[in-house]
């Protein structure tokens, strides 16, 4: 659903996005204005092509709350193409989009009722967003939040910011195909006006072919979505074929032990197909339960798995995707149940009454035993009992990791802090210069008495850092790998480490010539001491980076190491380094507060200060700097609870298919043994006999799972 969703929309199957590919640096580019326009005036089968530029904004009330908020910047036509009726009022008309028109907005069910209570007097009252007073044209139905999250519309004015090739602000262009068009179709006629583009503006279309793709695509990158996908499908068939081999030996031992039964049917007059039928409705039964417990199952780990990610990106999931089973599933499950069936109860019944039936009979009564587990077999049992090691051991050091992530030392007493996102709409604040309002905004903090100290900084202690491959100057020891080692990254204010309290250990800490000179000045701490350096002395090497794209490895300026501090709780990657934040980085960054008292008791205090400072800074992902590190590792904590449970199963079936196989083994040779004690072996040298042949198979399957 992620990947090549069909929107829950009327028709929206025919909903499509387009973009730009540039062909020189491979990658998409987003459409301009100048795009939208020829593309609009082109495509004939396209019905309501829409554009949509999306970005944060401030959305501030009557009372002066102020609220961060994903704003959509949409063409009247989009709501048409939509299909949907506003609750309240109207929505965006093209009048609306004329410069000198007066500035409306249109906002979501959920704001609406959280924020104005639900009044239904609120079309024609004015809200101010960013520094703007918009008069509410409308209120839309609840589980509206097209393009993709958002809950604001407010008019594109493409006329606005120019529709010369290249520039404006990048867009998300979607549209309705028309019923008797087919996406072929539309891109043939797509792309004859991207040649006609590349001819008639060189300089800037020479490289773009214009694409269509499944809408999802404008807002999502498919190719990590996929990736994780295949990643958790190896996982899935690893497990399928372990649970598989563990079913087949159950039901081979199984259909082994009713060999009699079978026997004396089969000479009672039953033919071999009504003995298959009746194991195969059985196995029916059995596979049945299964898939239904299955699905019930899938149901509620779907659900937990959405609202997971929801909360590890701290805001809802697109309005497209949905955590309720598709009936491909369910159609799945079906075809699965009867192929489950043929597997567990056709398969092993066709080899139970197989010719010679008679003659295994009475080599049974005679104590021969009948069936036995052959090279295949044995190959199925030391794979499973492989796997069945190596599941609870990769589950366990993965738990291990993630518990280490969320609750290990970093460093410093990080639950008196508050930390937050704070993040500015270039588009609706243009020019604007980030240091003086940071700035601003330290210098009013630091005025309120219950701050005792703030700090800014790209990633906080605790949380996911960037990492990235970096290489020492003339460097001697091993690497950990052709590129480098692989370290993790932050960049800070200049008071960081006197904030949070971690004194440097060794050189000196970042000066106002390191923000302004071009040289490059890093601190490290000291597991790149000891990881990278090898416990050699840091202050005055050189390292720098190295960007490992497709090609060749392309290394960067080198950076002198001026300083060394200890840990602090740098993630993935223990090892790491500091940079200084400049002018031109300081646009996404994170605040650390250290307050006197509770934190979460300055929230709202630090949302008035921010927007009474700049109305066009939000405040993102607001709590304490305990809730932001566990929230770092909300999504590994799911998955280690889903690969705890997995390898619970793993285990469980494993340990249940060897006991029944070695039960199987022991009462077909029941009688063997006894003639042993009758012959004067005693207890031990039996129990001997019966384990001295699997064990070879249990080391062999004990090695192949350690390594």
């Known amino acids: 659903q992620l990947v090549d969703p069909s929107l829950p929309l009327d028709e929206g199957s025919r909903i499509v996005g387009f973009r730009n590919w540039d062909a020189s640096l491979n990658r998409p580019v987003p459409a301009t204005p100048y795009d939208f326009t020829t593309w609009r005036e082109g495509l004939t089968s396209v019905e309501e092509l829409s554009a949509a530029s999306v970005f944060p904004g401030n959305l501030i009330t009557e009372d002066g709350q102020s609220e961060a908020v994903e704003v959509a910047a949409m063409s009247a036509s989009a709501f048409r193409m939509a299909r949907v009726l506003p609750l309240l009022g109207r929505t965006l008309v093209e009048a609306d989009e004329d410069p000198g028109a007066q500035p409306v907005i249109v906002i979501g069910h959920d704001i609406w009722t959280r924020r104005f209570f639900g009044d239904r007097g609120i079309v024609g009252r004015?809200?101010?967003?960013?520094?703007?007073?918009?008069?509410?044209?409308?209120?839309?139905?609840?589980?509206?939040?097209?393009?993709?999250?958002?809950?604001?519309?407010?008019?594109?004015?493409?006329?606005?910011?120019?529709?010369?090739?290249?520039?404006?602000?990048?867009?998300?262009?979607?549209?309705?195909?028309?019923?008797?068009?087919?996406?072929?179709?539309?891109?043939?006629?797509?792309?004859?006006?991207?040649?006609?583009?590349?001819?008639?503006?060189?300089?800037?279309?020479?490289?773009?072919?214009?694409?269509?793709?499944?809408?999802?695509?404008?807002?999502?990158?498919?190719?990590?979505?996929?990736?994780?996908?295949?990643?958790?499908?190896?996982?899935?068939?690893?497990?399928?074929?372990?649970?598989?081999?563990?079913?087949?030996?159950?039901?081979?031992?199984?259909?082994?032990?009713?060999?009699?039964?079978?026997?004396?049917?089969?000479?009672?007059?039953?033919?071999?197909?009504?003995?298959?039928?009746?194991?195969?409705?059985?196995?029916?039964?059995?596979?049945?339960?299964?898939?239904?417990?299955?699905?019930?199952?899938?149901?509620?780990?779907?659900?937990?798995?959405?609202?997971?990610?929801?909360?590890?990106?701290?805001?809802?999931l697109p309005?497209?995707?949905?955590?309720?089973?598709?009936?491909?599933?369910?159609?799945?499950?079906?075809?699965?149940?009867?192929?489950?069936?043929?597997?567990i109860g056709v398969f092993p019944a066709l080899k139970v009454t197989s010719h010679g039936l008679e003659a295994r009979l009475r080599q049974s009564t005679a104590g021969g035993g009948g069936f036995r587990f052959g090279g295949v077999w044995t190959a199925v049992i030391v794979s499973q009992v492989a796997v069945t090691l190596a599941f609870p051991a990769a589950s366990f050091f993965f738990h291990r990791w993630v518990v280490e992530g969320q609750t290990g030392d970093v460093g410093f007493s990080s639950a008196t802090y508050l930390s937050a996102r704070l993040e500015i709409d270039r588009e609706s604040a243009p020019g604007v210069e980030m240091d003086r309002i940071y700035s601003d905004v330290e210098r009013r903090l630091l005025s309120e008495p219950e701050v005792a100290g703030l700090t800014f900084a790209d990633r906080l202690p605790g949380t996911g850092h960037p990492h990235s491959w970096v290489e020492v100057d003339g460097e001697e020891a091993p690497k950990t790998s052709a590129y480098g080692h692989l370290v993790s990254s932050a960049s800070i204010a200049l008071n960081f480490f006197v904030v949070i309290g971690a004194p440097i250990l060794a050189g000196r800490a970042f000066t106002v010539a390191d923000v302004e000179s071009v040289s490059g000045a890093v601190i490290v701490n000291q597991s790149?001491?000891?990881?990278?350096?090898?416990?050699?002395?840091?202050?005055?090497?050189?390292?720098?980076?190295?960007?490992?794209?497709?090609?060749?490895?392309?290394?960067?300026?080198?950076?002198?190491?001026?300083?060394?501090?200890?840990?602090?709780?740098?993630?993935?990657?223990?090892?790491?380094?500091?940079?200084?934040?400049t002018p031109d980085a300081a646009s996404d960054l994170r605040i650390a507060i250290s307050v006197r008292g509770t934190p979460e008791s300055f929230a709202a205090r630090l949302r008035a200060v921010v927007s009474d400072v700049e109305p066009t800074l939000q405040v993102h992902d607001l709590m304490t700097l305990d809730e932001a590190r566990a929230r770092g590792s909300l999504e590994s904590q799911y998955l280690s609870r889903v690969t705890a449970i997995l390898s619970a199963i793993a285990l469980l079936l494993s340990l249940t298919a060897i006991y029944s196989v070695m039960s199987f083994t022991v009462s077909r040779r029941t009688q063997e043994i006894g003639v042993r004690v009758a012959l004067g072996a005693d207890r031990h040298r039996v129990i001997g006999t019966i384990l001295r042949p699997p064990l070879p198979q249990v080391g062999l399957g004990n090695g192949g799972g350690a390594i």
Request: glycine letters at 12%; zero cysteines; proline letters at 7%.
């Open 126 to 316: 004015t809200v101010r967003l960013g520094s703007e007073r918009r008069t509410v044209a409308g209120v839309m139905p609840a589980g509206f939040t097209f393009p993709a999250t958002h809950h604001i519309w407010i008019p594109l004015r493409v006329s606005a910011v120019g529709s010369a090739p290249g520039e404006g602000p990048g867009l998300l262009v979607f549209g309705r195909l028309d019923r008797n068009a087919s996406r072929e179709e539309t891109r043939a006629a797509l792309l004859t006006i991207g040649q006609r583009a590349a001819v008639g503006s060189p300089e800037t279309h020479e490289h773009l072919r214009p694409q269509l793709v499944p809408y999802s695509w404008l807002l999502f990158d498919p190719s990590g979505i996929q990736l994780g996908l295949a990643i958790g499908n190896i996982f899935v068939v690893v497990l399928l074929v372990l649970v598989s081999a563990n079913v087949a030996l159950l039901m081979f031992a199984r259909a082994s032990a009713r060999e009699t039964e079978i026997a004396l049917r089969s000479a009672l007059g039953a033919g071999r197909a009504r003995i298959v039928a009746q194991l195969f409705v059985e196995g029916l039964v059995l596979a049945g339960l299964a898939v239904f417990v299955g699905l019930v199952a899938a149901r509620f780990g779907i659900r937990s798995l959405m609202a997971t990610l929801g909360s590890d990106s701290g805001r809802p």
């Open 319 to 343: 309005f497209w995707v949905d955590d309720s089973l598709t009936l491909t599933t369910v159609i799945y499950g079906g075809v699965l149940t009867i192929l489950s069936a043929a597997i």
């Open 528 to 581: 790149f001491v000891n990881q990278v350096l090898g416990g050699r002395s840091p202050v005055g090497r050189r390292i720098r980076r190295v960007r490992v794209p497709d090609g060749p490895r392309m290394p960067g300026p080198w950076l002198e190491v001026v300083g060394v501090v200890r840990d602090l709780g740098m993630r993935p990657e223990p090892a790491g380094m500091y940079h200084p934040v």
